[in-house]
């Protein structure tokens, strides 16, 4: 995937359920690679996903999860996969989804990049 060229890049916000913190290490391992992984490697071909902790830091999300997809479809088919996982509202609430386009003003406006680091 080094030519990957992403068209949307979205933030999965998330809250731990009780669920999930109940299990043991390996067993949160198993129920992962068990329900989740399974659910979207099909699905995944043209997306990326990466994941940070942020339960100390803030109470509110406690992960974050960042998707950056070919096309809005792609990303499309992974949410509606996660949604028929018990990752989806049994092992994390889902908080809030923000999607967005990297320098999509600088794309639309050619002010040139308005960042601190240069891909």
């Given amino acids: 995937m080094s ?10 916000l998330l809250k731990t359920n ?3 913190l109940e299990l ?6 198993a129920a992962f690679q068990e329900s989740v992984l399974p659910a979207v490697k099909d699905k995944a071909e043209d997306v990326r996903w990466r994941y940070f902790d942020t339960e100390f830091y803030t109470a509110r999300v406690t992960d974050v ?9 792609s990303f499309q ?15 994390f609430e889902v908080v809030e989804i923000l999607v967005g386009v990297e320098n999509g003003y600088a794309k639309n406006y050619d002010p040139g990049i308005l960042a601190t680091v240069n891909a």
Avoid: G, K
């Fill in 3 to 12: 030519d990957f060229e992403p068209a949307v890049t979205a933030f999965i």
């Fill in 18 to 20: 009780r669920a999930w």
């Fill in 24 to 29: 043991s290490v390996p067993e949160r391992v």
């Fill in 65 to 73: 999860w960042v998707w950056e997809a070919r096309d809005h479809q």
């Fill in 77 to 91: 088919l992974v949410v509606e996969a996660l949604r028929e996982t018990p990752f989806w509202d049994h092992y």
